[in-house]
Protein backbone atom coordinates (compact mmCIF):
# COMPACT_ATOMS: atom_id res chain seq x y z
CA UNK A 1 0.00 0.00 0.00
CA UNK A 2 3.11 2.42 0.70
CA UNK A 3 3.83 2.09 -2.93
CA UNK A 4 0.30 3.02 -4.47
CA UNK A 5 0.58 5.80 -2.13
CA UNK A 6 3.71 7.01 -3.30
CA UNK A 7 3.14 6.86 -7.03
CA UNK A 8 -0.20 8.47 -6.44
CA UNK A 9 1.94 11.37 -4.75
CA UNK A 10 4.13 10.94 -7.01
CA UNK A 11 1.30 11.62 -9.80
CA UNK A 12 0.01 14.55 -8.26
CA UNK A 13 3.26 16.44 -8.04
CA UNK A 14 4.43 15.87 -11.99
CA UNK A 15 1.10 18.08 -12.39
CA UNK A 16 2.20 20.95 -9.74
CA UNK A 17 3.79 22.02 -6.55
CA UNK A 18 2.04 20.67 -3.84
CA UNK A 19 2.13 21.89 0.39
CA UNK A 20 2.45 18.65 2.48
CA UNK A 21 -0.99 19.17 4.06
CA UNK A 22 -2.38 19.12 0.44
CA UNK A 23 -1.01 16.08 0.06
CA UNK A 24 -1.69 14.43 2.97
CA UNK A 25 -5.75 15.67 2.68
CA UNK A 26 -5.79 14.27 -0.93
CA UNK A 27 -4.04 10.90 0.29
CA UNK A 28 -5.59 10.88 3.51
CA UNK A 29 -9.05 8.04 1.58
CA UNK A 30 -6.27 5.96 0.04
CA UNK A 31 -4.16 5.35 3.31
CA UNK A 32 -5.20 2.53 5.16
CA UNK A 33 -2.55 3.46 8.13
CA UNK A 34 -1.86 7.47 8.84
CA UNK A 35 1.78 6.08 9.70
CA UNK A 36 2.35 4.93 6.63
CA UNK A 37 1.31 8.00 4.71
CA UNK A 38 2.96 10.35 7.35
CA UNK A 39 6.53 7.48 6.24
CA UNK A 40 5.59 8.41 2.16
CA UNK A 41 5.16 12.61 2.66
CA UNK A 42 8.55 12.31 4.92
CA UNK A 43 10.10 10.41 2.20
CA UNK A 44 9.34 12.64 -0.49
CA UNK A 45 10.15 15.78 1.87
CA UNK A 46 13.69 14.03 2.74
CA UNK A 47 14.15 13.46 -1.22
CA UNK A 48 13.34 17.07 -2.12
CA UNK A 49 10.04 16.47 -4.07
CA UNK A 50 7.64 18.33 -1.71
CA UNK A 51 8.75 21.27 -0.26
CA UNK A 52 6.63 23.67 0.84
CA UNK A 53 9.31 26.27 0.51
CA UNK A 54 9.39 25.65 -3.20
CA UNK A 55 5.24 25.98 -3.56
CA UNK A 56 5.30 29.12 -1.22
CA UNK A 57 7.55 30.79 -4.00
CA UNK A 58 6.28 29.11 -7.17
CA UNK A 59 2.63 30.58 -5.86
CA UNK A 60 3.85 33.82 -4.95
CA UNK A 61 5.60 34.01 -8.74
CA UNK A 62 2.47 33.19 -10.25
CA UNK A 63 -0.15 35.68 -8.59
CA UNK A 64 2.49 38.36 -7.06
CA UNK A 65 1.65 40.18 -10.19
CA UNK A 66 -2.18 40.40 -9.64
CA UNK A 67 -2.65 41.01 -5.76
CA UNK A 68 -1.15 42.11 -2.33
CA UNK A 69 0.71 40.31 0.27
CA UNK A 70 -2.15 40.59 2.44
CA UNK A 71 -3.70 38.48 0.18
CA UNK A 72 -1.04 35.93 -0.86
CA UNK A 73 -0.50 35.68 2.44
CA UNK A 74 -3.69 34.30 3.32
CA UNK A 75 -3.97 31.91 0.25
CA UNK A 76 -0.54 30.06 1.27
CA UNK A 77 -1.53 29.91 5.47
CA UNK A 78 -4.95 28.03 4.07
CA UNK A 79 -3.07 25.75 2.05
CA UNK A 80 -1.17 24.57 5.26
CA UNK A 81 2.66 26.78 4.40
CA UNK A 82 4.04 27.62 7.38
CA UNK A 83 4.09 31.20 8.82
CA UNK A 84 8.21 31.70 8.86
CA UNK A 85 7.97 30.08 4.98
CA UNK A 86 5.02 32.51 4.48
CA UNK A 87 7.34 35.43 5.84
CA UNK A 88 10.43 34.35 3.87
CA UNK A 89 8.66 34.17 0.74
CA UNK A 90 7.30 37.17 0.91
CA UNK A 91 10.30 39.09 1.16
CA UNK A 92 11.67 37.68 -1.70
CA UNK A 93 8.85 39.21 -3.77
CA UNK A 94 8.86 42.63 -5.68
CA UNK A 95 7.74 45.28 -3.08
CA UNK A 96 4.10 45.36 -2.77
CA UNK A 97 3.87 49.59 -4.11
CA UNK A 98 5.22 48.94 -7.26
CA UNK A 99 2.56 45.89 -7.98
CA UNK A 100 -0.08 47.74 -6.27
CA UNK A 101 0.72 50.71 -9.20
CA UNK A 102 0.62 48.17 -11.79
CA UNK A 103 -2.29 46.41 -11.04
CA UNK A 104 -4.05 50.31 -10.75
CA UNK A 105 -2.58 51.66 -13.92
CA UNK A 106 -3.84 48.88 -15.36
CA UNK A 107 -7.53 48.87 -14.34
CA UNK A 108 -8.20 52.59 -13.71
CA UNK A 109 -4.61 54.61 -15.22
CA UNK A 110 -5.72 58.10 -13.90
CA UNK A 111 -6.00 59.63 -10.51
CA UNK A 112 -9.75 60.26 -9.31
CA UNK A 113 -10.86 64.08 -9.58
CA UNK A 114 -10.30 66.10 -6.24
CA UNK A 115 -14.19 66.37 -6.34
CA UNK A 116 -14.68 62.48 -6.91
CA UNK A 117 -14.69 60.85 -3.52
CA UNK A 118 -16.82 58.07 -4.78
CA UNK A 119 -14.19 57.16 -7.50
CA UNK A 120 -11.47 57.66 -4.79
CA UNK A 121 -13.50 55.09 -2.92
CA UNK A 122 -14.38 52.65 -5.72
CA UNK A 123 -10.55 52.53 -6.59
CA UNK A 124 -9.34 52.23 -3.14
CA UNK A 125 -12.01 49.18 -2.74
CA UNK A 126 -10.59 47.78 -5.73
CA UNK A 127 -7.11 47.74 -4.14
CA UNK A 128 -8.07 46.21 -0.82
CA UNK A 129 -10.19 43.65 -2.56
CA UNK A 130 -6.38 42.60 -3.97
CA UNK A 131 -4.59 42.35 -0.63
CA UNK A 132 -2.92 45.20 -0.80
CA UNK A 133 -1.96 47.32 2.79
CA UNK A 134 -4.06 50.27 3.28
CA UNK A 135 -0.56 52.23 3.50
CA UNK A 136 0.20 50.94 0.12
CA UNK A 137 -3.13 52.02 -0.92
CA UNK A 138 -2.72 55.77 -0.17
CA UNK A 139 0.50 55.84 -1.63
CA UNK A 140 -0.62 54.60 -4.86
CA UNK A 141 -3.65 57.18 -4.63
CA UNK A 142 -1.44 60.01 -3.56
CA UNK A 143 1.29 59.72 -6.25
CA UNK A 144 0.97 61.18 -10.03
CA UNK A 145 0.26 57.94 -12.34
CA UNK A 146 3.98 59.17 -14.48
CA UNK A 147 6.06 59.91 -11.14
CA UNK A 148 7.05 56.19 -11.30
Known amino acids: MPDALRDRALRLLARREHTRHELLVKLAAQAEDPQALSAVLDDLSS ?3 LSDHRYASSRIRA ?3 RFGDARLAHELRAKGVADELVSA ?3 VAE ?3 SRARRVWLRRFGQ ?3 AAGDTERARQMRFLASR ?3 AETIRRVLRAAPDDE
Open 131 to 133: GFS
Open 47 to 49: SNL
Open 89 to 91: ALT
Open 63 to 65: RAA
Open 111 to 113: QPT
Open 95 to 97: EEL
